[in-house]
């Protein structure tokens, strides 16, 4: 049995193998799971968490914050693996304000 909870600016990402499009922050991400059971993030038009360097290696339950060049927000938690397949959490922010 699977329980599901609606929360406001989230819903969920089934990835597969290659770029997935979150069109809320106008950027991609790519999950890698690759033969030694480790598991990756790369993204396109994102930052993660204040600049890491790529690959980012990832965890199911760890917090993933992508920011984009236009001030778009949005937080990432992997919540099950099975093989190259991700079910992701994907909550989305509004864009940051910046000072005048």
């Given at each position: 049995?699977?329980?599901?909870i ?6 969920s990402?089934?990835a ?6 979150l069109k809320?922050v ?9 033969s ?11 930052s993660?968490?204040g600049?890491?360097?790529?690959p980012i ?12 060049a236009?001030?778009?927000?949005a937080?990432l ?13 994907v909550?989305?922010?509004a864009?940051a304000?910046?000072?005048?």
């Open positions: 049995m699977i329980n599901l609606q929360r406001e600016n989230t819903g990402l089934v597969f193998r290659g770029w997935q499009s809320a106008s950027g991609s991400v790519s999950f890698i799971h690759d030694q059971g480790r598991l990756y993030l790369y993204t396109q038009n994102m993660v968490d600049g890491h360097r790529e290696s990832i965890e199911p339950g760890m917090p993933i914050r992508l920011v984009t236009d001030g778009a927000r937080t938690v992997i919540k099950a693996v099975h093989g190259a397949s991700f079910l992701v959490d909550t989305h922010e864009a304000t910046l000072p005048q």
